[in-house]
């Protein structure tokens, strides 16, 4: 008898799994924060004999060299990665035993990377689960863009050799047990569903009903903006990932906060987007707790620059925490929990700014106000329309080029307010007088906001 359990990931969009039988079991690209792997092997019963990567990950960072430092497990990474540390190399069609009749094999399925490696999972030598990374994903596959420019085309053509590999060797009831494709950005675009099979992916997935170089067009035209922070995660894998502390930071006092502000530190509030608008410490930047805070997060703040956190509660706090160690923001320069009106100084005020709908900027309009619309959405978005007359600066530049926004009260905008929220604190930092637009982009139209698209005239 096995069992698969699925540890998911929802702020970075990935999965990991642990999947043994009654005494043993492997687990399959593990989170950073290793105690959960731990805790759901201890709800088992089983000791972790093996760890498996997939590939050296560009959208995390691993757990897998210190869960298997802890748990003694023979640690399994591909042979063509080039890691600085001691591991078991694999290669194609390599296969452990994990416990009586349970046995891994080792799928050699290059694409998302040069090594990358699919592990088939067999219960008396019958087909049971295939745990894909990011090959072959549900409806998509993992994006071949992040290794190396020269070699995406390449990558790309691997990709659907490789899931062609996968729909040829495995009967269609096996079910597709990929790491990335639930949000991540190393998808290559937005999976529909949580569940599938090598028989759904052969009748849906372009890399199984598509030509080859018909689904290599599809798939370098549709690639979208990476993250930043990734090109530190790869080295980070490849070097070893210390252990993680996740203790509580020391706390910090108003005249702390005040003082790291005014020496250029980030101080990042992790409460709700209407909260924080309705007071928040001048100068702090917001990233709810809640959704995609890693991303986010790490994809804006310059590489290594301390970070304090201002949390309602100790637990938004350490969910934050845990969160950010997955993406390598290690150890918080300090952190306030509790009241914001403890976070400033005597005699200071909390700062705030507005938040509308569509259809206020509507009515702003149609009275002849004259006001800076800025749209934070990615390319591939705006692509899709836009309001007329908004200004673009995708909201991971946005940083960088507040000084392009012009001048006036800016009306920030994004798809559903999250990111609309960052941009407005990022603005209101800055001096800038803003309005967040709290609303989904479809109410525009339904407001009476004229669209326009890339290429329509001026």
Not at 190 to 195: C, F, L, P, S
Not at 229 to 234: D, L, V
Not at 405 to 422: L, N
Request: proline fraction near 6%.
């Amino acid at each position: 008898m096995f069992f698969v359990d699925t540890l998911e990931f929802e702020g970075l969009g990935n999965r990991s799994y642990l999947a043994g039988g009654p005494s043993a079991a492997v687990a399959i690209d593990p989170p950073r924060d290793i105690d959960q792997v731990l805790a759901a092997a201890a709800r088992r019963g089983v000791r972790i004999a093996y760890v498996a990567e997939t590939h050296v990950h560009n959208d995390y960072v691993t757990g897998g060299l210190e869960l298997a430092r802890v748990t003694g497990a023979e640690y399994l990474v591909p042979a063509g990665a080039h890691v600085s540390f001691a591991r078991v190399p694999v290669a194609d069609g390599d296969t452990v035993t994990i416990d009586e009749g349970l046995a891994l094999r080792a799928l050699a399925t290059p694409g998302h990377t040069p090594h990358h490696t699919s592990y088939a999972l067999t219960d008396d030598g019958r087909g049971v689960a295939v745990f894909t990374g990011g090959s072959l994903l549900i409806g998509t596959v993992g994006r071949p863009d992040l290794v190396e420019p020269r070699l995406t085309e390449q990558l790309a053509r691997a990709q659907h050799a490789s899931a062609h590999r996968l729909a040829d060797e495995l009967d269609d009831e096996v079910p597709v047990l990929p790491t990335h494709g639930f949000g991540s950005f190393c998808s290559s675009s937005q999976a529909e569903g949580d569940a599938t099979t090598i028989g759904k992916e052969r009748e849906t997935n372009d890399a199984l009903t598509k030509d080859v170089d018909a689904f290599v067009a599809d798939l370098l035209a549709g690639l979208d903006d990476v993250p930043a922070y990734y090109a530190h995660m790869g080295p980070a894998n490849a070097a070893g990932p210390a252990p993680v502390d996740l203790t509580p930071p020391g706390r910090a006092d108003a005249e702390e906060i005040a003082s790291r502000l005014a020496a250029g530190e980030w101080v990042v509030d992790l409460r709700s987007r209407m909260a924080f608008a309705e007071g928040h410490v001048a100068g702090s930047f917001n990233f709810e707790g809640e959704g995609k805070l890693a991303t986010y997060l790490a994809w804006l703040i310059p590489w290594g620059k301390p970070v304090t956190l201002l949390a309602g509660t100790p637990g938004q706090l350490a969910d934050a925490q845990r969160e950010l160690v997955r993406v390598g923001i290690d150890r918080p320069a300090a952190a306030a929990t509790g009241d914001p009106t403890d976070w400033v100084r005597a005699g200071e005020r909390l700062a705030s700014f507005p938040r509308a709908r569509f259809a206020d900027l509507a009515q702003v309009r149609e009275r002849g106000e004259r006001v800076v619309v800025l749209d934070v959405r990615r390319d591939s978005e705006r692509a899709g329309g836009f309001v007329d007359g908004s200004v673009h600066i995708p909201i991971h530049e946005l940083y960088g080029r507040v000084g392009e926004v012009p001048q006036g009260t800016v009306w920030v905008h994004c798809a559903g307010g999250t990111r609309a929220a960052i941009a407005a604190s990022l603005l209101a930092a800055a001096g800038r007088d803003v309005v967040a637009v709290d609303d989904g982009f479809d109410a525009a139209t339904e407001a009476g906001l004229t669209l326009a698209r890339p290429g329509d005239a001026d």
